[in-house]
């Protein structure tokens, strides 16, 4: 199994400044990475896929990057309605999810 | 617009069963792979069974296989989880999701139908 590390668990970031959350595979996954964002009581939704490419909707603030086994997503300039829960995911070698970064207001 | 709507939810007693729904609108149902997702109260996100668009396969993670199947009714765009012997670990919500076309990344979500396995 893949097994995927989200770090850090909590990240305290100012409405306005950059945050930049990291997913490390145990093994390479290729470009076979996504991004969701979790609010409190509501379904996950899917930023980015492919490592970088942004969902239909998803605002320019929002990039990813990496490969192989490190990615980053990048949120440029923080929103009040960003903070949230973001998780990673694998789809290269059936489907694990990181535990999931907690994005919390500063 | 895509909707993804779960049913079949509830609390049962360990050792039952439940069957869980998932009606799907909006898109060629047929076409796509189909996931079953859970998330445990406070926990994260932990993919549970994949059928694939055809139905001629279907895959679970080692914390459910042979207990649950995943089953698909393409003629009424319909997705199920049949749920068996069932734990107090099984409690969580369970989103049904949509995989893509190039990958199953999960574009669409329902919005989750609640599981309480409790003596």
């Known amino acids: 199994e893949v097994v995927m590390t989200q770090s850090p668990a909590t990240l305290s970031v100012s409405p306005g400044e950059r945050a930049t959350l990291s997913c490390r595979a145990s093994?390479?996954?290729?470009?076979?990475l996504a991004w969701y964002q979790q609010k409190p009581g509501q379904a996950p939704r899917l930023l980015i896929y492919?490592?970088?490419t942004r969902a239909t909707g998803i605002p320019a603030r929002f990039s990813g990057s990496g490969s192989g086994t490190e990615f980053t997503l990048t949120i440029s300039s923080l929103q009040s309605e960003d903070f949230a829960v973001y998780y990673c995911?694998?789809?290269?070698?059936?489907?694990?999810f990181g535990r999931g970064t907690k994005l919390e207001i500063k | 617009q895509v909707q993804l709507v779960e049913s079949g939810g509830g609390v049962v007693q360990p050792g039952t069963s439940l069957r869980l729904s998932c009606a799907v609108s909006?898109?060629?149902?047929?076409?796509?792979?189909m996931l079953w997702v859970r998330q445990a109260p406070g926990r994260g996100l932990e993919w549970v069974a994949v059928?694939?668009?055809?139905?001629?396969?279907?895959y679970y993670s080692d914390s459910v296989k042979g207990r649950f199947t995943i089953s698909r009714d393409n003629s009424r765009n319909t997705l199920y989880l049949q749920m068996n012997s069932l734990r107090t670990e099984d409690t969580a919500v369970y989103y049904c999701?949509?995989?893509?076309?190039?990958?199953?990344?999960?574009?669409?979500w329902g919005q989750g139908t609640l599981v309480t396995v409790s003596p």
């Open positions: 093994q390479s996954v290729s470009s076979k």
């Open positions: 999701a949509r995989g893509a076309i190039d990958g199953n990344y999960l574009y669409f």
């Open positions: 995911q694998q789809y290269s070698n059936w489907y694990t």
């Open positions: 492919g490592v970088s």
């Open positions: 909006g898109s060629t149902f047929s076409s796509h792979d």
């Open positions: 059928i694939a668009y055809e139905e001629s396969h279907n």
